[in-house]
């Protein structure tokens, strides 16, 4: 306790640099622990992708691939489930709100069965082709009600009764993902509606019909995914068909363009490199403008490890401080990411700033606090203190 009124006077000695440095440090620890979270966030993501389900679509982005290759690959060896899956994107009644709706078929129960819909949901579904079931963020986002009608206006045409106007009604909701996109590949965005694909091929437009952008495939065990997934591309004469495990894909969609798990520790290190080069100057000029200071406390009898621990003090608690609140600032983007990902502004996975993200800025505030003493404290000990109290 008797440290504490000299570490108040150190800190607050000009007070308008310490709160402009406090500001800086806070900022930096803000955006470390805003990089930890966005980096735990993607690899939540992967993790939480099935090692035991494929992904099955035409290679070189050709955009389509035939409906009847299910049957075919239902019948390989470790296969347990197939289903198809297609994608039919246009606008609502304003052309800057793009929708996108994601056709299914009955396969998915058993291909991709965590697609969260209950058994009553795929029979509402097979009752009512014609319906939808939005995700919880894609109906706050359109403020829609179970039997509402939802609008899909796509080029004339793209129907078999040569309209491009599609209705949906509102039949029910189904939770959001619980890792993002990435957890299940480019197939499930927290921004989902799902539609029935047997009225897509009854209603659509004869050349389009029999076509999918991907088949989903389960298969009975994880270690089988690679083996399966070279049986389907022998079988049709690949490279024209593309296999991928989910979990594969997962990783490569977190690292698309840019490797953005490697990208997000990447800043927060900067951050922190920022943090520790504020810190370390700070408590140099300290110490260098606080000679005699330290010179008067060694004459009252305090030794070389007090002296220490005074110095050590006095970088703490600015440091530990603006981890406090650059954490509380942190978790405020994480709320504000929450906010645009449920308006659509963004696609990101979730970003929750969590208790260990709190702990490793304490931590990294009390090693950085260290590190900036450690030059200070070899100077003191080098410096002959009489004389500079002597003014020698």
Not at 113 to 132: F, H, K, Q, T, Y
Not at 203 to 230: F, G, M, Q, T
Not at 329 to 342: E, F, K, M, S
Request: aromatic fraction near 8%; hydrophobic fraction near 50%.
């Amino acid at each position: 306790m008797k440290f504490l009124p000299l570490v108040w006077a150190a800190v607050w000695r000009n007070r308008t640099e310490s709160v402009l440095t406090l500001l800086a440090l806070s900022v930096g620890f803000a955006l470390f622990g805003t990089m930890l979270a966005l980096n735990a966030a993607y690899e939540r993501a992967i993790a939480e992708a099935r090692p035991d389900r494929l992904i099955v679509a035409c290679a070189f982005d050709c955009g389509a691939i035939p409906l009847g290759y299910r049957e075919q690959i239902a019948h390989i060896a470790g296969v347990i489930g197939v289903g198809g899956q297609l994608w039919l994107g246009g606008h609502e009644q304003d052309e800057h709100h793009q929708i996108t709706v994601m056709f299914v078929d009955e396969g998915m129960r058993s291909a991709w069965p965590e697609l969260p819909m209950s058994p009553a949901d795929w029979r509402n579904l097979d009752v009512n082709p014609s319906g939808i079931f939005l995700t919880r963020k894609a109906a706050a986002r359109r403020n829609v009600r179970v039997g509402d009608t939802v609008t899909l206006n796509t080029a004339p045409g793209s129907r078999a009764d040569g309209g491009g106007t599609w209705f949906f009604k509102v039949l029910g909701f189904i939770p959001d993902p619980p890792g993002g996109a990435a957890s299940a590949g480019p197939s499930w965005d927290p921004d989902t509606i799902v539609g029935n694909l047997r009225y897509f091929e009854n209603s659509s437009d004869l050349d389009e019909r029999s076509l999918v952008n991907v088949l989903r495939v389960a298969v009975d065990r994880p270690e089988h995914a690679r083996a399966v997934c070279r049986a389907i591309e022998a079988r049709f004469n690949s490279p024209a068909v593309n296999c991928i495990p989910t979990k594969l894909d997962a990783e490569e969609l977190a690292d698309a363009d840019i490797n953005m798990r490697q990208i997000s520790l990447g800043i927060g290190a900067a951050g922190l490199f920022m943090i520790l080069f504020l810190c370390a100057n700070g408590i140099a000029e300290s110490v260098r403008e606080r000679l005699t200071e330290f010179g008067v406390l060694k004459a009252m009898g305090y030794g070389d490890d007090l002296i220490a621990v005074l110095v050590v003090l006095e970088a703490a608690a600015p440091t530990i401080l603006a981890a406090l609140i650059g954490s509380a600032l942190a978790l405020g983007v994480d709320v504000l990411v929450a906010h645009l990902a449920l308006k659509g502004t963004i696609n990101m996975p979730p970003v929750r700033v969590s208790v260990s993200a709190f702990g490793w800025a304490l931590v990294a505030a009390l090693l950085i606090a260290l590190m900036s003493a450690v030059a200070p404290l070899y100077r003191l000990r080098r410096t002959h203190v009489a004389a500079v109290v002597a003014g020698r």
